[in-house]
């Protein structure tokens, strides 16, 4: 079994697992729920766990993710709110980016947010409230605001960083293990592009949240200039003059 090769493999090293920090999660519907034991020690089960910093329960819902991203991002905007007097978009864009935005897009291929996800709409406040605060601007929208800043929206954002992820697997950047993630299909009677990614059948509605699914009609209604570009500079170029087409 796997936990016996890692036992062995941490005997043989002179070292040890800290049995309390291990934790069996029990993925899918209809788990027998089994129990393990690893060195000899039974392994407490648990409905959900964080690893390297994202929350994932035994549903792979990530509604408590977005919200916990959510709290952290707004609780640190509201300190810059209190402690920075100025409003210039000089001071509290560099401060937003730097310190807010980054709880809310790390990580973000494996939990990024959905419509039908309870915790989705707070995701979306932090950088709506820090373009608010920009002095001369109070009085437009969250859209203008954006136009104005030169910036793209989150979900954008999001949409941005899963077609880059998507280039990147195709190209072999992130070696084996993402070659597996996505699958071209060259196909010159296509519309469009002459690269699409082959669509998966899906068994469970919740596969569509997954990075390897949601990415696949994006990907496919890209113009071919942007997916057969010759290196990943090139193609986060072209990805933004049409990026204003896709959402």
Same mark, same amino acid.
């Given at each position: 079994?796997?936990?016996?090769?890692?036992?062995?493999? &941490?005997?043989?090293?002179?070292?040890? =697992?800290?049995?309390?920090?291990?934790?069996?999660?029990? *993925? !899918?519907?209809?788990?027998?729920?089994?129990?393990?034991?690893?060195? !000899?020690?039974?392994?407490?089960?648990?409905?959900?766990?964080?690893?390297?910093?994202?929350?994932?329960?035994?549903?792979?819902?990530?509604?408590?993710?977005? &919200?916990?991203?959510?709290?952290? &991002?707004?609780?640190?905007?509201?300190?810059?709110?209190? $402690?920075?007097?100025?409003?210039?978009?000089?001071?509290?864009? @560099?401060?937003? +980016?730097?310190?807010?935005?980054?709880?809310?897009?790390? $990580?973000?291929?494996?939990? $990024?947010?959905?419509?039908?996800?309870?915790?989705?709409? @707070?995701?979306?406040? +932090?950088?709506?409230? &820090?373009?608010?605060?920009?002095?001369?601007?109070?009085?437009?929208?969250?859209?203008?605001?954006?136009?104005?800043?030169?910036?793209?929206? *989150?979900?954008?954002?999001?949409?941005?960083?899963d077609l880059i992820a998507a280039f990147n697997c195709l190209e072999g950047a992130y070696e084996k293990a993402g070659g597996r993630l996505v699958t071209r299909t060259c196909s010159e009677k296509t519309g469009g592009n002459g690269?699409?990614?082959?669509?998966?059948?899906?068994? =469970?509605?919740?596969?569509?949240? =997954?990075?390897?699914?949601?990415?696949?009609?994006?990907?496919?209604?890209? /113009?071919?200039?942007?997916?057969?570009? /010759?290196?990943?500079?090139?193609?986060?170029?072209?990805?933004?003059?049409?990026? !204003?087409? *896709?959402?």
């Amino acid at each position: 079994r796997d936990l016996d090769r890692l036992q062995r493999w &941490a005997t043989a090293n002179l070292m040890e =697992f800290n049995k309390a920090k291990c934790k069996v999660l029990h *993925l !899918g519907w209809g788990n027998p729920k089994h129990k393990y034991r690893l060195g !000899g020690e039974w392994i407490e089960s648990s409905s959900e766990e964080k690893d390297l910093g994202v929350l994932v329960d035994e549903k792979l819902d990530m509604s408590r993710q977005c &919200a916990l991203a959510a709290q952290k &991002a707004n609780r640190i905007l509201g300190c810059i709110r209190r $402690s920075v007097a100025s409003r210039s978009r000089e001071g509290i864009l @560099p401060l937003y +980016s730097a310190l807010v935005r980054p709880h809310l897009e790390f $990580s973000i291929h494996v939990w $990024s947010p959905q419509p039908t996800q309870e915790g989705y709409r @707070p995701v979306g406040a +932090s950088p709506e409230e &820090a373009t608010k605060m920009l002095r001369g601007l109070e009085h437009l929208c969250y859209g203008d605001r954006l136009r104005e800043l030169g910036l793209f929206s *989150l979900e954008k954002r999001r949409l941005r960083g899963d077609l880059i992820a998507a280039f990147n697997c195709l190209e072999g950047a992130y070696e084996k293990a993402g070659g597996r993630l996505v699958t071209r299909t060259c196909s010159e009677k296509t519309g469009g592009n002459g690269f699409k990614l082959k669509e998966g059948r899906l068994r =469970f509605s919740m596969r569509k949240k =997954f990075f390897m699914e949601r990415v696949v009609r994006h990907w496919n209604r890209l /113009p071919r200039e942007a997916v057969d570009a /010759p290196s990943l500079e090139v193609f986060k170029a072209r990805l933004d003059e049409a990026l !204003g087409n *896709l959402v």
